[in-house]
């Protein structure tokens, strides 16, 4: 899937997440993850987001995630949602989405 | 049999509450994509109630998505999220008539068949919201074998009704509640009474839980976690009432034993309806 536009998804509150999502210039895919919890799980959410993202088929885009404290299916809900959003899509492919 | 006392409504686009909810321990989570989702945010709601749906914490609770409406655009893609994301019960909002039904279990059939879910194994509720509903409660509640509960919901009945809540023994809610919960028996199926929206009033609650259990209801939709613990207080057998229905079924695996079909406890007739009862007693009293 291609970004072709600015998107977001989520929000600021305890337990959500705010993402994100832009095209690139450079073709490249850049993700910025900020966390009240980063050192604990910033691994983990990073392998959450990436996961997401390639199962999206998601190779390029600018994505921000601000996170407050979000378990995993919350952040792969929010993260898929603004990247549907970013390339404007409208028909799902469920089987990547599990 | 199933205890349905608790269904606890959870905001479909909420992270805090899709990610605490099942420590309340409710009988049933709904999933709402309806009325407390945004227009602009049903498509994250619905990926949120997706995800949410395979969280190994929801895997020991009955979990139920309130769809949108047949009459929406939104109600074919909010069941491919509730069907493919596992959930075990579909409820239909504004239910008005079995037609509806009808066709809601035509989608979720297709729906199944193209995730590998087995066909049927998606249950289904009706919300019964206005006066056809209430008037169709019985066509509605036998629609499908897929049918396992029918719930009222007060709030949008009352204004098609013309009237609103009162306190007390609430007469503008009797019609509907007893004719509802006649469709959910005649058609063997659970009913779900409707919410109580003032949290912060737990002795008006608890007056409305006792007017649900006397008329019959498995239970309520709650709004707030807070109302679970209350409500399944309520619904707790008295020391008394555990101790006699032990004795019915003590009773009766004797005359079983005996090879008879009835035998009698204290100069009554302990029949099948008493047993059945005593068991729904005893069930209540080990879920406490």
Request: with cysteine; net charge negative; hydrophobic share 45%.
């Amino acid at each position: 899937m291609k970004v072709t536009k600015e998107a977001v998804a989520g929000t600021l509150e305890s337990s959500d997440l705010l993402v994100k999502v832009a095209p690139s210039d450079k073709g490249t895919r850049d993700i910025v993850i900020r966390s009240e919890v980063i050192k604990q799980f910033g691994k983990q959410i990073r392998h959450v987001v990436t996961d997401t993202l390639d199962k999206l088929s998601v190779s390029g885009g600018s994505i921000v995630i601000e996170d407050k404290g979000a378990l995993d299916c919350v952040i792969r809900a929010r993260v898929q949602a603004a990247v549907l959003r970013g390339c404007g899509s409208q028909d799902l492919d469920w089987g990547s989405l599990s | 049999m199933k205890l349905r006392r608790s269904m606890l409504f959870v905001p479909g686009d909420n992270a805090g509450m899709l990610s605490t909810s099942f420590v309340y321990k409710p009988d049933a989570v709904m999933f709402d994509l309806e009325d407390a989702v945004a227009t602009r945010e049903k498509d994250s709601a619905r990926l949120m109630v997706y995800q949410a749906l395979q969280h190994p914490a929801y895997r020991d609770i009955e979990t139920v998505v309130r769809i949108n409406g047949v009459n929406t655009e939104f109600w074919q893609k909010d069941l491919e999220a509730a069907i493919r994301g596992g959930v075990d019960v579909v409820r239909l909002p504004k239910t008005e008539n079995a037609q509806e039904i009808h066709e809601l279990e035509e989608h979720v059939a297709k729906i199944e068949k193209a995730c590998g879910r087995p066909v049927g194994d998606t249950k289904l509720m009706a919300a019964i919201e206005s006066a056809s509903g209430v008037v169709n409660a019985v066509s509605i509640a036998s629609a499908s074998p897929r049918m396992t509960a029918i719930a009222i919901a007060g709030f949008d009945y009352l204004v098609d009704m013309h009237t609103r809540r009162s306190d007390g023994w609430e007469p503008e809610l009797f019609y509907a509640r007893a004719a509802v919960l006649h469709a959910a028996r005649a058609a063997h199926i659970d009913a779900f009474d409707v919410v109580y929206g003032n949290v912060s009033d737990d002795e008006g609650f608890l007056r409305e839980v006792r007017i649900a259990k006397n008329l019959g209801f498995n239970g309520k939709s709650l709004i707030h976690p807070k109302q679970i613990d209350l409500l399944h207080r309520a619904y707790l057998p008295t020391a008394e009432e555990v101790n006699h229905a032990k004795r019915v079924i003590a009773a009766a695996e004797e005359a079983h034993s005996k090879g008879l079909g009835v035998v009698s406890l204290d100069g009554k007739m302990v029949d099948p309806p008493v047993i059945e009862e005593a068991e729904m007693t005893l069930q209540l009293a080990a879920a406490a």
